[in-house]
Structures are given as C-alpha cells and as structure tokens.
C-alpha cells in the first residue's frame, strides 16, 4: 500500500513539475449586492433565474434582475448559533422544487447541535419561505466552534449528500459510529410517507422543540456502502474528512470534487467519478493530505488519496472547495474544477488528462472569499466573505 501511495505522490509531482499548458485567463467582475457574511451562493433550478445568497447569520437572500430584494427569503436568526465557524453554512433546493416548494438547510444550532432541517415555499410569496413551517431531519453534536462542514447537495441519484466536519476531534472522522467527519448520503425527497416505511430513520432531540407535527423521518439508500456492515451508521458514504468546505457534482459527468480543510500543513481535493459505490477512506486523522500526519509510519491500508495537495506556504490555509466550469462564455475552461484558498483569496484549476492531474493559479483576488455557485445561467459566481459582494466569473479583458 505504501509504494502505492509513493508512487501517486511521485506522479502528482511530475504533473506539477512539467507545468500547466493552454489554462485560459479569468477574470470575476463585482456585482454589488451589499450582504456580507455569506456562506454560499447558489439557484433554485426553477427557471426564475434568481440567486439566493446563504448568510452565516440565519438569513437567505434572493438576487432578482441583480438586486437583492427589499426582504430576506428565509429568516431563522432566532434558531442560528454565529459565528466563527458557526452559522447557517449552507441550503439545497429539492429537484423539483419548481413544483413541490421544499429545500433543506444545515446550521448550527443554540442548542449545541448541526442541523438538517426541511423548509417550504410560502403559498402565496414565490419569493419567501413560509415561516411557520419545518421539519428537522438529522442533527449531529457541535461540540467546539470549528469544523461543522455545512454542505448539502443533491446529487445525480436523487440523494442528499451532507458534508460534516469532526467537530474538532480527528478519532470523530474514523469512527464508524459517529456521523461526524464524513460524507453522508440520504433519501429526504420524496417526503415520509412515500418512502419505505423499513427503510425509515428518527432523529428525536429532546432539547430542541419540535417545528412541524411531521414525523422527522428520512431513508437510507439501499445501495449505501455500509448498510450491511455492523457497527457502521448506514448513513455514511465517505469518511476520514476535517472540515469538508465545500463539494460539488459536475453537472455533466456527475463526478464529485470536495475541498478537505487540513490542519496544520496541506489541504486537499478528494475526487470520486460517477457510479462510485462510495465507502472510500480519506484519511483523517491519520493522513493530511498526501502525508502521514503524526505518525511518520502510519497504517495506510484502504485509504484514499486526494487527486490534489497544496501547503500552507505564502500565506495559503485554508481551500475553499468550487466547481467545474461547464459554462459558455469560457470553452478553453470547459471541465475544469475551480477552487481557492481563503486567506490569499487565488483560485485554481484543476483538471486530469489520462489520469494525471495538474493544477494552476488562474485568478488572484485579493480578498478571502467562502465559496463558489452556479447560476441558472451557467454563469460562476463567488461570494466575498466580508464586503457584501458577490463576483461573477468571466473572460479577461471582457
């Protein structure tokens, strides 16, 4: 296993070394919105071609025609536990939510928890969720302000996929009891009761009250890694992961990309093609990246490494996971994967070619940003953590 591991790292490096070839050059123009804080950009899929901003501390904003609206979508700032790396992290609109209204939200809680909880369209106001109706799906302990991942997202199967972090404890990440550290894969859509009764799982959390008489139901694929293996949650679909900030599926292959937060040294992106059957082992605690973390000659055996590694040198810390660009406006971009780093605010592509990956720095902003999102239109958007605005992805020199 170990020579494995050696030689993908020595092919990593050779990619880096031979340099990158044709990455076109980019561009992200301002568009001022004014609400800061934001932790995600993203659409409804609902043809209004809006763009709903998440703030980290308990609102949604909505963009329409570029103007954020006079009042905000969603307001949960009474549930919400911000900041630091607290807050409303992220939302997914169900895939029809055109005809059915529902999205999810994952937050931190007052109540010393991360949720998961499903909201719905206002009846009457395309453009507000109504207010007195939720219901809590799945919740795992907040036990320290760091590494709550936060991303949720549908993927090509229908399913919701969960990005949570450790919770400040790296064993969170290997232990197969605990939702904490991994990537899960759960059926929310449709709603209870037209899923399997068998296949239904409650999560009761006495210190919260209840926010809807529904029962807090959801299901657990058939086709999970672990279903059938004792002493795993059935939920898990991938473990071993820090702080996962942020993950995304390319629209067209359905491959997923997810940016793992490391510690002290290396950040990574993981990588997982389309029809994977999932219960891969990323690592953490005992790998940071490529590299064993404490323990120089530390057991390896059915890990997997991430595609990409950078270190914490010129100032980088820490990746902020993006998206692959299958926009119009670009073509030699077509199929790469964009992300950053927060604290030198540059962004990077990466893209593989016969199984070798390469990687460049495309863009230096200047300024920390929290993450990327798709338009309705294809367009790629950034949103800057501090300053209220949001940045529109496009060809330099335009």
Not at 3 to 29: H, N, Q, Y
Not at 179 to 189: D, F, P
Not at 369 to 392: L, W
């Amino acid at each position: 296993m170990l020579s494995t591991l050696v030689l993908l790292f020595l092919t990593t490096l050779l990619a880096a070394a031979s340099g990158p070839v044709d990455w076109p050059e980019i561009d992200f123009v301002r568009l001022h919105l004014g609400v800061n804080q934001m932790t995600q950009v993203t659409n409804a899929g609902d043809g209004s071609g809006r763009l709903f901003l998440v703030r980290q501390t308990g609102t949604i904003w909505i963009v329409q025609d570029g103007q954020v609206l006079a009042e905000p979508f969603l307001d949960i700032e009474d549930r919400v536990n911000c900041c630091g790396e607290r807050g409303l992290l992220g939302m997914a609109f169900a895939p029809d939510f055109a005809h059915n209204g529902r999205f999810y939200v994952y937050y931190s809680s007052l109540s010393a928890e991360n949720v998961v909880e499903r909201h719905f369209l206002s009846e009457t106001d395309p453009n507000k969720a109504d207010p007195d109706r939720s219901q809590r799906i799945l919740a795992t302990p907040d036990n320290v302000a760091a590494h709550n991942g936060g991303q949720l997202a549908f993927g090509p199967d229908g399913y919701m996929y969960i990005g949570i972090g450790e919770d400040g404890l790296g064993t969170n990440a290997q232990n197969p009891a605990d939702l904490r550290g991994k990537l899960l894969r759960i059926q929310v859509e449709p709603v209870y009761p037209a899923i399997a009764p068998e296949t239904l799982h409650r999560t009761f959390l006495p210190s919260v009250p209840q926010q809807s008489s529904a029962p807090f139901v959801y299901a657990i694929p058939p086709t999970n890694p672990f279903v059938q293996t004792g002493g795993y949650r059935p939920e898990i679909w991938a473990l071993g992961l820090r702080n996962p900030w942020r993950f995304s599926f390319d629209s067209q292959t359905g491959d997923l990309y997810l940016g793992d937060v490391g510690d002290r040294t290396y950040e990574e992106v993981n990588y997982e093609p389309a029809g994977s059957p999932g219960g891969r082992n990323y690592g953490w605690p005992v790998m940071e990246g490529m590299h064993c973390h404490t323990n120089p000659s530390c057991n390896t055996d059915g890990m997997t490494l991430p595609v990409w590694e950078y270190m914490h040198t010129d100032g980088k810390c820490a990746i902020i996971g993006g998206v692959v660009y299958r926009g119009d406006e670009i073509p030699d971009l077509v199929g790469t994967y964009l992300y950053g780093d927060f604290c030198t605010g540059k962004v990077y592509g990466l893209r593989s070619s016969q199984d070798v990956w390469e990687s460049a720095e495309l863009y230096d902003a200047d300024y920390g940003f929290s993450s990327f999102g798709y338009g309705e239109d294809r367009n790629v958007y950034m949103t800057e953590y501090a300053s209220r605005q949001v940045r529109q992805l496009v060809p330099a020199n335009r």
